[in-house]
T-cell receptor, first 114, second 114 residues
């Protein structure tokens, strides 16, 4: 069965500092991987996705993620965090068949301090 | 700009009352998901539909929850009778069912049962 682990429940970074949010997945075949962001009081918005090809994926808002098959990871990164990046971030894995729902991690809450 | 819409955005009701939440998926999307988000449990899948047919509703308490798609442009989630433990944010998401089941989320309905 698919599963997603986000080891960090809450991370605090200073504005302008770099960010890396961790995501580990468990899936028997090639996964489809997603990062979503949820701002307070809002729904989930897709940041980026990996289906195949280049393992470094660029997303919106300056985010990128790298798929590492050997480590079963799909970590999200941003070189310089802005205060508006404070939100909850969810990693998700989907099956290649597309016939089963995404499996979401528990989320990582990001706080940004001045 | 195609979006998933949900109504109402906020609902406060008393225990025992019936609650109906509505979702309009993105036009052309044939897969609809209902999620519940709480602080304790995170994001939980309640049910999902493909081509208006329910594929899985195992995440839903059957005795009080029901989900339907009267037509391709409307999905409903009903709770009868509601209980305080149902207080949560309920999200609807839609997709095309392909490519790992990428999903597009609505803004959610915040339900408070007193």
């Amino acid at each position: 069965a698919q599963s997603v682990t986000q080891p960090d429940i809450h991370i605090t970074v200073s504005e302008g500092a770099s960010l890396e949010l961790r995501c580990n997945y468990s899936y028997g075949a090639t996964p489809y991987l997603f990062w979503y962001v949820q701002s307070p009081g809002q729904g989930l918005q897709l940041l980026l996705k990996y289906f195949s090809g280049d393992t470094l994926v660029q997303g919106i808002k300056g985010f990128e993620a790298e798929f590492k098959r050997s480590q079963s990871s799909f970590n999200l990164r941003k070189p310089s965090v802005h205060w508006s990046d404070a939100a909850e971030y969810f990693c998700a894995v989907g099956a290649s068949s597309g016939n089963t729902p995404l499996v979401f991690g528990k989320g990582t809450r990001l706080s940004v301090i001045a | 700009d195609a979006r998933v819409t949900q109504t109402p955005r906020d609902k406060v009701t008393e225990m025992g009352q019936e609650v109906t939440m509505r979702c309009q998926p993105i036009l052309g999307h044939n897969t609809v998901f209902w999620y519940r988000q709480t602080m304790m449990q995170g994001l939980e899948l309640l049910a999902y539909f493909r081509n208006r047919a329910p594929l899985d509703d195992s995440g839903m308490p059957k005795d009080r929850f029901s989900a339907e798609m009267p037509d391709a442009t409307l999905a409903t989630l009903k709770i009868q009778p509601s209980e305080p433990r149902d207080s949560a944010v309920y999200f609807c998401a839609s997709g095309t069912g392909g490519m790992g089941n990428e999903q597009f989320f609505g803004p959610g309905t915040r339900l408070t049962v007193l």
